[in-house]
Nanobody, 123 residues
Framework: QVQLVESGGGLVQPGGSLRLSCEASGISVALNTMGWYRQGPGKQRELVATITRGRPVGVITNYADSVKGRFTISRDTDKNMVYLEMNSLRPEDTAVYYC?????????????WGQGTQVTVSS
């Protein structure tokens, strides 16, 4: 019963900011790789950012080139939530944003997805 529920999307002007939240249940955001993906109108779904635990300590983050320096992925392990802080938003950031979790069993990853939240950047 893994569930991912996104929230925080909305309409913002270019240059504005939004913070997306992903509430996870049935899976640990601390022990698994979490990520944000997006799909814009007429486009393929693309990776935005990922966050995973480092070894032996810490976290490792990865960002698409298009959002580096503008977006920040983070997690709250106590609340079991993942966030995406989006700054300096551009019209091309308009998309449905999906939360993703990967559960690794051996060499196989099992993917879980939320239903998505709409982000629209327009003046």
């Amino acid at each position: 019963q893994v569930q991912l529920v996104e929230s925080g999307g909305g309409l913002v002007q270019p240059g504005g900011s939004l913070r997306l939240s992903c509430e996870a249940s049935g899976i640990s955001v601390a022990l698994n790789t979490m990520g944000w993906y997006r799909q814009g109108p007429g486009k393929q779904r693309e990776l935005v950012a990922t966050i995973t635990r480092g070894r032996p300590v810490g976290v490792i983050t990865n960002y698409a080139d298009s959002v580096k320096g503008r977006f920040t992925i983070s997690r709250d392990t106590d609340k079991n939530m993942v966030y995406l802080e989006m700054n300096s938003l551009r019209p091309e950031d308009t998309a449905v944003y999906y939360c993703n979790a990967k559960f690794r069993l051996g060499q196989r990853d099992f993917d879980y997805w939320g239903q998505g939240t709409q982000v629209t950047v327009s003046s």
